[in-house]
């Protein structure tokens, strides 16, 4: 037998192709933002997550959960150039975090030119409020809860007027910005801010499910179904021709 001929026929034979590891950008995805890109029929949505603790200028310890600010700025931007995408979703349960990082994502949320809704599970508390009141419509779940409370610093305050002066001004933009995207009034939201009584041994207050629609902070009670349908809602609005 001619051992070159086999040789060279087992050469030709199309050889097994080693298994393909895991996508690392997929796995880069869950990591970093929590996302995988699962097939759907429908890609029109983005859905945007904010759970943990908004993180901005400090980086938190490891073992927090945490939502970094830089990682959510591209991906406004992304939904604001892709034309493929017609609605952003934006789910959240955080307890809260940077006040300047999470402003920076509520105006930007804000601005995008396309429809948006926002729901928040488990908690939407301090800076997570304005988030939640940032897109064109608002749903709670009926168990989750919202805390309202003044601006806090924590690690080292230099008692000048100064301080308390930028202090309040980082307050009111807060306030202000609630109320110019909510049903609140100032006033309102301010009562709800310095309350006593109900945190212990702290000013605020936390609303659960009905009670933040009912003061008008949120749109409506509802869950991810009702989210998602209330966004396609608004698609299917935005692209109807006008009469006019």
Do not use: C, W
């Not at 809860?145 to 807060?174: A, F």
Request: charged letters at 20%; a negative charge; aromatic letters at 4%.
């Amino acid at each position: 037998m001619d051992l070159n001929f086999n040789q060279r026929n087992n050469q030709s034979q199309p050889q097994p192709q080693p298994q393909q590891q895991p996508n690392q950008d997929v796995k880069g995805n869950i990591q970093q933002l929590g996302q995988v890109n699962v097939p759907t029929v429908d890609n029109s949505i983005h859905v945007m997550t904010i759970i943990g603790q908004v993180e901005g200028h400090t980086v938190l310890p490891p073992q927090n959960k945490t939502t970094k600010y830089e990682h959510i700025i591209p991906q406004l931007v992304a939904v604001e150039q892709n034309p493929n995408i017609k609605g952003l979703l934006v789910i959240l349960n955080t307890v809260g975090g940077d006040v300047e990082a999470g402003l920076a994502i509520a105006e930007m949320i804000k601005t995008i030119s396309k429809p948006t809704v926002s729901l928040v599970l488990g908690g939407g508390h301090s800076i997570g409020v304005p988030i939640a009141v940032s897109t064109d419509f608002s749903f709670i779940a009926e168990t989750a809860t919202m805390t309202i409370h003044p601006v806090r610093l924590t690690g080292l305050v230099v008692s000048v007027p100064q301080t308390y002066e930028y202090l309040d001004k980082m307050q009111e933009r807060i306030v202000r910005f609630v109320a110019d995207n909510s049903k609140m009034s100032v006033d309102d939201f301010k009562e709800l801010m310095f309350r006593t009584g109900e945190l212990a041994r702290d000013i605020g207050t936390v609303l659960v499910g009905n009670d933040a629609v009912k003061h008008g902070l949120i749109d409506d009670v509802g869950g991810l179904g009702t989210s998602v349908q209330k966004l396609r809602d608004l698609i299917s609005d935005e692209n109807r021709p006008s009469l006019h």
